[in-house]
Structures are given as structure tokens and as C-alpha cells.
């Protein structure tokens, strides 16, 4: 997500936290996954940040209504944003969605996708494995072409010509996943659109810096053990983490 938010807004000052002590969150309940998501905004807010991105596909799907009611100051999840650029550009309406347990039981992606356009036929598959698989930097390992031809095989029969990585983890995993899919498939990114839509949003409220071509500045934090971040961050943002701090 920060790489993609970095592209689109380069002037903007970024703190992020990774409860890398407590992940994953896919396999949590709804209550732990709104606590700790409450916890997480709250320290964020120390910061006298601006806007939250709820970077996370899981907690955006189970505890982004309790965090916009609760907290005053404006947020955005993963999954509006995703669901809107799908219905824009498939063909068929048949829209396959990889998530994690927790965010697939929670039914959020196949609401949003009726309440955008209740023609659509959403599809959906828990892929719980691909969440350690690329954080272990096994994207090209023939182990994970076999997990992933084994996740994908359902979504194979459904004739889907649109794919929602509903996990902010499986971009890293896009060369197998689009090798077992093949090249006809539509991918969306949920942290790309997302980022997307934060800048027009800041753009239209008038938040965006007015600090042009200072470039970006971002600051980490983590819930446990920085130098694990940093090795998995790299991967993430395409070049080295420099500070990390734990809280």
C-alpha cells in the first residue's frame, strides 16, 4: 500500500504501523480483529495524521464501520475502492475474489459488489496460505504454484474474467497466480485503487500538502521485531527500509 500511495501522492508525509506481533489477522475473530484495529488507529493518531487508510483487507471488511464511527477523522478501507474498478472493466459481470478467511466469511466484498451493480456475480475463495508464502519470498517456488493452482481451481470453473486480490500481501504472488489463471483474466489491485481514490479524495477536501517537491517522507512502526519488516517491507516497497521502530 505505501508504494502505491507514494506514487500517487509524493509530497505527502506517511506514518505507517504494521501489527507485525499480531498477524495475520485472517484467521482472528470479528471482536479481536475490531479491537486491535481500534488500537492500531489509535496510535496512529498520536501523529495528528489527516486521513487513515485501513490497509488491510480483513480489518477493512470487519472493522472499518466501527472505526469511522468511533474516531473523527476520515478513513478508507481496501475494498470500495477495488469493487468499483472491477465492475468498471469486466465483461462478463463474473468476478472472481482471493481473500483471507476472515475477509471472505465476512461477506463485505459480495455486498459492496451488489450494492454497486446487483447484476454483477462475485466468486469467492479463501486463500489462507498465500499470506506467509509471500512473506517467506517464495513467489516464484514450485510449492506455491501448487497451492495456488489448488486455491484457484474453483474460480477457474466459474468463467470469471475479473480477479480482485483482496489481500494486500498477493501482489507479490500476481506471476503465479496469473500463471495458473492465465493472461485473458482482468487483475485488481485493492492497494493500487485505493490509493487511487485517497488521492481525488484529499484532492476534493482540500488536504492535500501544500508542501510541493519536498518529496515524500514516510515513517514505520511495528508491533515486533523491526529487522523481520524490514527484509518482507523490501519486497513490498521494491527498495530498502532504512528506519523501523518498534512499539
Known amino acids: 500500500m505505501v508504494k502505491e500511495v507514494i506514487k500517487e501522492l509524493p509530497d505527502e508525509k506517511i506514518v505507517y504501523f504494521g501489527d507485525t ?17 481500534l488500537e492500531n488507529a489509535k496510535f496512529l493518531l498520536k501523529f495528528g495524521v489527516k486521513f487513515i487508510i485501513v490497509a488491510c483487507n480483513t480489518s477493512s471488511s470487519l472493522a472499518l ?46 455486498r ?45 470453473k466459474k468463467d470469471i474474467d475479473t480477479l480482485i486480490l483482496g489481500c494486500t500481501h498477493y501482489p507479490l504472488l500476481k506471476g503465479v497466480i496469473r500463471k495458473v489463471l492465465g493472461s485473458r483474466i482482468n487483475f485488481v489491485d485493492s492497494a493500487k485503487e485505493t490509493a487511487r481514490q485517497v488521492r481525488m479524495i484529499l484532492a476534493a477536501s482540500g488536504l492535500c500538502t501544500s508542501h510541493k517537491g519536498q518529496g515524500v517522507q514516510c515513517r514505520f512502526y511495528v508491533s515486533d521485531e523491526p529487522a523481520v519488516f524490514k527484509k518482507v517491507g523490501r519486497s513490498f516497497l521494491g527498495k530498502r527500509i532504512e528506519q523501523v521502530r518498534k512499539v
Open 21 to 37: 506481533a499480531r498477524l495475520p489477522y485472517g484467521n482472528k475473530s470479528a471482536p479481536t480483529i475490531v479491537k486491535f484495529s
Open 65 to 110: 464501520p466501527t472505526l469511522k464511527r468511533r474516531l473523527k477523522v476520515p478513513f478508507l478501507g481496501v475494498i470500495s475502492p477495488a469493487v468499483k474498478e472491477a465492475a468498471q472493466i469486466t465483461s462478463n459481470g463474473r468476478i472472481g475474489i482471493i481473500a483471507t478467511r476472515s475477509t471472505v466469511a465476512s461477506s463485505s466484498y459480495r
Open 112 to 156: 459492496e459488489i451488489k450494492r454497486v451493480n446487483p447484476h454483477l456475480k462475485p466468486f469467492l475463495q479463501a486463500c489462507p496460505l498465500f499470506v506467509p508464502l509471500a512473506e517467506e519470498g517464495w513467489a516464484e517456488d514450485e510449492v506455491t504454484l501448487k497451492v495456488a493452482r489448488r486455491y484457484l481451481a474453483p474460480l477457474l
